[in-house]
């Protein structure tokens, strides 16, 4: 059968079949490099699954809900690899995608972490991976699943409180992305907007039961030959900054607590083969930019902040527990010159740049 004649077969089924079928064709489709088809499988998706042919917003809900039921089954089959599973979920997600898909990402999302599918998050954790933890995708499916399980509860479910059993590097790479989100702003006219209390908690717990879950993403990637693996990259940056930046304005008690949790999660980072990939002396350079700008703001009081203080030691212990674990990479000597440059000083921080400037 030709592929006009296969689309053809399709439009005369129900929609829902019709992407069930056509999720069999991508999957039988996809490891075949021959010219053209690419191309078919992108224009399978796009007509046959997301129905992009069709004016924008002329999808019903009932009509998204047996889709994400379509897809929910498919990556739930026993007998799909790993490999394959991957594959087809980048093309489906991968890339710049319109609204309408990350409509149904997070829905997908959603209705995994509910009903802990772990075939489907590790899926959703590998794409998170593969666009990078910045880009569009990751930071709306982040957005909308901290409104979905967090702003409007006022207990972690269970099923959140599971993730990290469930699907470790969904759970890692979820942290991850939320980092992103919260006390992150390098504008003096932004407030810095700190993350949920229910989040905190819940990541805190997170790393305290297992401190290695912040390198869940460290182990390798199963994606097909020729696709290539992007950079690595963990949360302990964006939470070093949260405990760090948070002493600022804060006086919580679970950020000491998270501050804990990071530090017994960087003693587990010491690479066992290799070089360095858990900690990226650029992450914590922003750190850095977000501390000069808030001091600044604080004018002459800084200097006898105990808030100010407070926020540099946490950061002086994190970069000495991470340069003990070997665990920084990147341009370190460039990290040293920002921190030497941190006002007002900080005693522990210049006992921490004179051991790594000694060694």
Same mark, same amino acid.
């Given at each position: 059968?030709?592929?006009?004649?296969?689309?053809?077969?399709?439009?005369?089924?129900?929609?829902?079949?019709? @992407?069930? &079928?056509?999720?069999?064709?991508?999957?039988?489709?996809?490891?075949?490099?021959?010219?053209?088809?690419?191309?078919?499988?992108?224009?399978?998706?796009?007509?046959?699954?997301?129905?992009?042919?069709?004016?924008?917003?002329?999808?019903?809900?009932?009509?998204?809900?047996?889709?994400?039921?379509?897809?929910? &089954?498919?990556?739930?089959?026993?007998?799909?690899?790993?490999?394959?599973?991957?594959?087809?979920?980048?093309?489906?997600?991968?890339?710049?995608?319109?609204?309408?898909?990350?409509?149904?990402?997070?829905?997908?999302?959603?209705?995994?972490?509910?009903?802990?599918?772990?075939?489907?998050?590790?899926?959703?954790?590998?794409?998170?991976?593969?666009?990078?933890?910045?880009?569009?995708?990751?930071?709306?499916?982040?957005?909308?699943?901290?409104?979905?399980?967090?702003?409007?509860?006022?207990?972690?479910?269970?099923?959140?409180? &599971?993730?990290?059993?469930?699907?470790?590097?969904? @759970?890692?790479?979820?942290?991850?992305?939320?980092?992103?989100?919260?006390?992150?702003?390098?504008?003096?006219?932004?407030? +810095?907007?700190?993350?949920?209390?229910?989040?905190?908690?819940?990541?805190?717990?997170?790393?305290?039961?297992?401190?290695?879950?912040?390198?869940?993403?460290?182990?390798?990637?199963?994606?097909?030959?020729?696709?290539?693996?992007?950079?690595?990259?963990?949360?302990?940056?964006?939470?070093?900054?949260?405990?760090?930046?948070?002493?600022?304005?804060?006086?919580?008690?679970?950020?000491?607590?998270?501050?804990?949790?990071?530090?017994?999660?960087?003693?587990?980072?010491?690479?066992?083969?290799?070089?360095?990939?858990?900690?990226? @002396?650029?992450?914590?350079?922003?750190?850095?930019?977000?501390?000069?700008?808030?001091?600044?703001?604080?004018?002459?009081?800084? &200097?006898?902040?105990?808030?100010?203080?407070?926020?540099?030691?946490?950061?002086?212990?994190?970069?000495?527990?991470?340069?003990?674990?070997?665990?920084?990479?990147?341009?370190?000597?460039?990290?040293?010159?920002?921190?030497?440059?941190?006002?007002?000083?900080?005693? +522990?921080?210049?006992?921490?740049?004179?051991?790594?400037?000694?060694?």
């Amino acid at each position: 059968m030709s592929s006009h004649e296969y689309k053809l077969a399709l439009r005369k089924l129900e929609p829902q079949i019709a @992407a069930r &079928d056509c999720l069999l064709k991508v999957e039988s489709l996809v490891f075949n490099t021959a010219r053209g088809k690419q191309e078919l499988m992108m224009s399978l998706i796009s007509e046959f699954i997301f129905s992009e042919h069709l004016p924008p917003h002329s999808i019903s809900s009932l009509q998204e809900f047996h889709l994400v039921l379509a897809l929910s &089954d498919y990556f739930c089959k026993s007998s799909l690899p790993e490999q394959t599973s991957n594959a087809v979920f980048i093309l489906l997600f991968g890339g710049t995608i319109s609204p309408a898909r990350i409509s149904v990402l997070t829905k997908l999302t959603s209705t995994a972490i509910s009903a802990q599918l772990s075939q489907v998050l590790n899926c959703v954790g590998t794409l998170m991976q593969q666009v990078g933890f910045q880009s569009v995708t990751s930071i709306e499916l982040a957005k909308n699943l901290v409104q979905d399980f967090v702003v409007f509860s006022s207990k972690a479910s269970q099923q959140l409180s &599971d993730l990290p059993k469930i699907a470790p590097r969904f @759970a890692c790479n979820f942290m991850t992305a939320v980092t992103c989100l919260y006390l992150v702003e390098t504008n003096q006219k932004s407030p +810095l907007i700190e993350p949920p209390f229910l989040l905190l908690e819940l990541f805190t717990n997170w790393i305290t039961e297992n401190p290695s879950l912040c390198l869940a993403s460290q182990q390798p990637l199963m994606l097909p030959s020729g696709m290539l693996s992007m950079p690595n990259e963990t949360p302990l940056a964006g939470l070093i900054r949260w405990s760090c930046v948070a002493a600022l304005i804060s006086k919580k008690e679970i950020y000491s607590k998270l501050h804990l949790s990071i530090l017994q999660s960087l003693l587990q980072a010491k690479p066992v083969t290799g070089p360095p990939v858990a900690l990226n @002396a650029t992450h914590l350079q922003l750190i850095v930019t977000i501390f000069q700008l808030r001091v600044e703001e604080m004018g002459k009081s800084a &200097d006898k902040s105990e808030a100010v203080q407070l926020s540099l030691e946490r950061f002086a212990q994190c970069i000495q527990v991470a340069m003990a674990s070997q665990c920084i990479y990147g341009n370190i000597p460039q990290l040293i010159i920002r921190l030497e440059s941190l006002r007002p000083t900080n005693q +522990l921080m210049q006992i921490v740049i004179n051991n790594y400037k000694n060694n």
